[in-house]
């Protein structure tokens, strides 16, 4: 166990629709990652918060958004979902905003039928 | 751009010793890492490698060389329970972020 944590573990919906995943990072961790893992893909960076402000963005799409509460938790939410957007959804923390050790949470699996 | 490769998979005997190769290229280097991660589990960190050199961890050691762009993961000891993906992530330098960069894994099946 992380000490990540990762609500849903599991999501079914429709194309068109839209999700919230929600991530509390470690007791203690300030930066929080996203990261995308499609079917036989590696995992893909989406975006970094540190201590509430976002930090970088990968090949994010703009249907995509996220924010980090001042409790450090994070939300990703997917809008006007597509088929494409299956995959499993990681985030990970780390203490700072440094090359460090980052730790996944158990992911939630998105399936968009 | 951003490259990092990998095998795409490896069989390899209970027991046994496996060698796991990386290279990569890319924009900066802030360090190296290894994880390990089970069919639709999450990643797990195995090794950091920032210098050149064998980083060595019970059965798992990691080696880096810079200058080639090449690092590779030793597995010991084999064991069934190591049967597993194995992604090497490179930490890259310049956009103020500390993301990972992943390869698409490497599929480690140990037979018995």
């Known amino acids: 166990d992380s000490g990540v944590t990762q609500t849903p573990k599991h999501l079914i919906t429709a194309t068109g629709q839209r999700v919230t995943l929600r991530c509390s990072p470690r007791s203690g961790d300030l930066s929080v990652y996203w990261y995308q893992q499609s079917l036989d893909q590696g995992l893909q960076f989406l975006i970094q918060y540190y201590n509430g402000e976002e930090r970088a963005k990968g090949n994010i799409l703009e249907r995509f958004s996220a924010q980090q509460f001042p409790d450090l938790h994070s939300e990703l939410n997917l809008s006007s979902l597509e088929l494409g957007d299956s995959a499993l959804y990681f985030c990970a923390s780390s203490a700072r905003d440094s090359v460090e050790t980052q730790y996944f949470g158990p992911g939630t699996r998105l399936l968009v039928l | 751009g951003q490259n990092i490769d990998q095998p795409t998979e490896m069989t390899a005997t209970e027991g046994a010793i496996v060698q796991i190769n990386c290279t990569y290229q890319?924009?900066?280097?802030?360090?190296l890492f290894w994880y390990q991660q089970h069919a639709g589990e999450a990643p797990t960190f195995l090794s950091y490698n920032v210098l050149d050199g064998l980083e060595e961890k019970g059965r798992f050691s990691s080696f880096l060389s810079r200058s080639k762009g090449y690092s590779y993961l030793l597995l010991k000891e084999l064991q069934m329970k190591d049967s597993a993906s194995y992604l090497c992530?490179?930490?890259?330098?310049?956009?103020?972020?500390?993301?990972?960069?992943f390869g698409s894994g490497t599929r480690l099946l140990v037979r018995p």
């Open positions: 890319t924009s900066g280097f802030n360090g």
């Open positions: 992530a490179v930490s890259p330098w310049g956009d103020s972020s500390y993301k990972l960069i």
